[in-house]
């Protein structure tokens, strides 16, 4: 089986950590001869537009169409503005590709590397279903009267009876198969539209699962309970926002963004889905060679588990585990001294399938 | 110096905490003959609305007009809906009497409370100053095409220019005052235009304040540092919504609901304001006498530096600190086993004025 990916290593660190997930899907095709993996690249990103005026080409959706996924490392650069870094790139994929399920596990990799006291990994084990098509990053709104002293900005979501039952029924599938409860994120008691009818949608699509035990708790006691009590959770379905909050939040208790990953699928494989590490450019530390790559590699074993070539896809994710253990095998972010490219380099000595 | 306060017990255990909080006001009014509080109970709440069909008179606004503060303890009842016991009493309260700035103060009591290893009273520390009246909260929105296939509902947060600029110009003025940082928390990446709109105004507004050290997080990133990084924090600004979810999770990190507490205040004094502790009316806990009283007195603090009386507010905040060191005085969500009652009494023999 062959797979064609789009590569977009971005901004910053971008480049550097998708060469390291490169190298363990290379690894993978050389130990794997039912596998093979093509790559194109694609030099989109903020660099890109200070030369050119543009995040992509002008035809850059449909270049991307045909592929089997979308890698990106990471897009923005100071002083490119948000409206033109994210939303002509990141964001656009997300929405043109229907990319409408944002899968984002937190997982403890290794107790000592969460902030919280006394919690272990088996406390912390769960994955956050994001809706990632709609709601409050709709782009709606108006901004009225500017610079006068009636001047009033609006800001709408946009919640389709489409969009937010789709990713809840998602949701309940998922809760369903793997046999774990299911929890919703939202806020009914003050926002008196939008989350009443996701909080009445999760209820009625709920009759169709009554094998799925369930709750619903509001934003802010979830957010309390990610701190105080993390073992709630075992799949989470939650809005556009929130979740990005949460997901966030459950990368603060797991050791930070340089173990975040995330994949923006499109389920009927109508486009292709995207795959991303979650930490951003950081222009900071871009070049120096300590980018943490794992993110980025876990965003491989995501899209092997999405090829459905899982046992790849856990056995990346078995090799990171490990790997967390040995200190002196990470970046310093992690409390190691390894260079970005080391970490490769020992990750694929390690990779293999049991 | 005499004080009027309104006090709405209402549901769960708010009457129970306000018990101990009227306590203490009563006991500093013994050692200080200066000073007078007169207090009117109003039966208010979901209890009330099960008996009368409304959560507060007709004319309850009105009735706690020409009150100088308003002492809430808790209202929400299983089976009142949320559009009823907080729209018509709660949010209409902070609403119509114009309390727009929410103070949430984050404060570590005693390092045995947080759920963050290696996290010092020095480390955390800081606060959170809400806007209280618009945005997210505004209750402004659409539902469309009501059961049918294209069903469409929109949830509008709606920004003044007013009460943006009045928000962030109060937090500045704090943070002058008090001689600390601060920081605003947005969203400008994905909500194009309210939190570009909040950053514009949190800039041109630090124009007046060059004195004033500022920082800007995207809440995402700001939900990670509060667990990794708390320290980063000393007075915060924020919309309703990200108030709301920041503070709960500062909860989070200090110990608890139990010891979160809120002023809403209307700074002008054109109306009055309303002191509450954040924790809910808890119905399963409600009865036992076991419910924290400590949050609804460090309500009372936040009610007595508002009114001036500085010297006392920090009395009762320092008596707090000094308790929650002995755990065998605390209620159990503390560890510890005293009734609600006896954590008053304790209290009011242990506080003094230095
Ligand atoms: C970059 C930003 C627009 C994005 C988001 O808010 O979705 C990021 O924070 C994420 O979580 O993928
Ligand atoms: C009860 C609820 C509407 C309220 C809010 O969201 O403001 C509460 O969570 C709070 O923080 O005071």
Redesign the pocket.
């Known amino acids: 089986k062959n797979f064609d990916i789009a590569l977009i290593p971005g901004d910053g660190i971008g480049p550097e950590v998708v060469t390291e997930g490169v190298k363990v899907l290379k690894a993978i095709e050389k130990m794997d001869t039912n596998l093979s993996f093509s790559f194109t690249e694609f030099p989109w990103g903020c660099e890109h537009y200070l030369k050119t005026g543009k995040m992509m080409d002008d035809d850059g959706i449909d270049k991307l169409r045909h592929f089997d996924a979308i890698y990106l490392g990471a897009v923005g650069y100071p002083g490119v503005p948000d409206h033109i870094s994210?939303w002509e790139l990141?964001?656009r994929i997300r929405k043109e590709f229907d990319q409408y399920v944002n899968l984002r596990p937190v997982i403890l990799l290794n107790q000592s590397l969460t902030p919280l006291k006394s919690k272990t990994e088996e406390d912390i084990d769960f994955l956050v279903i994001r809706e990632n098509s709609e709601g409050e990053y709709a782009g709606a709104g108006d901004w009225l009267f500017k610079g006068q002293p009636e001047e009033v900005v609006l800001q709408t979501g946009v919640f389709s009876r489409k969009g937010t039952e789709r990713i809840i029924r998602y949701a309940y599938e998922e809760a369903r198969k793997s046999n774990r409860t299911l929890t919703s994120i939202s806020k009914g008691n003050a926002l008196n539209y939008s989350m009443v009818f996701w909080d009445e949608v999760f209820e009625e699509v709920g009759k169709e699962y009554p094998d799925v035990e369930t709750y619903s708790y509001l934003v802010d006691a979830a957010s309390l309970y990610l701190v105080s009590d993390p073992e709630r959770f075992e799949v989470v379905v939650t809005s556009n926002l929130f979740g990005?909050i949460i997901?966030d939040l459950g990368a603060g208790i797991t050791g930070g963004l340089g173990l975040a990953t995330?994949a923006n699928v499109n389920p009927e494989k109508q486009y292709p889905s995207m795959f991303e590490p979650?930490h951003?450019s950081a222009p900071d530390i871009a070049g120096k060679g300590i980018a943490n790559p794992i993110a980025a590699i876990w965003s491989v074993s995501q899209m092997l588990d999405f090829f459905g070539e899982e046992r790849w896809g856990k056995a990346v994710l078995t090799t990171i585990q490990d790997m967390v253990k040995e200190t002196e095998m990470l970046t310093p972010d992690l409390g190691g001294n390894a260079a970005t490219g080391d970490v490769g380099d020992s990750f694929i000595e390690k990779l293999k399938i049991t």
Do not use: F, R
Request: proline share 0%.
């Open positions: 994210l990141l964001l990005d997901t995330g979650v951003g």
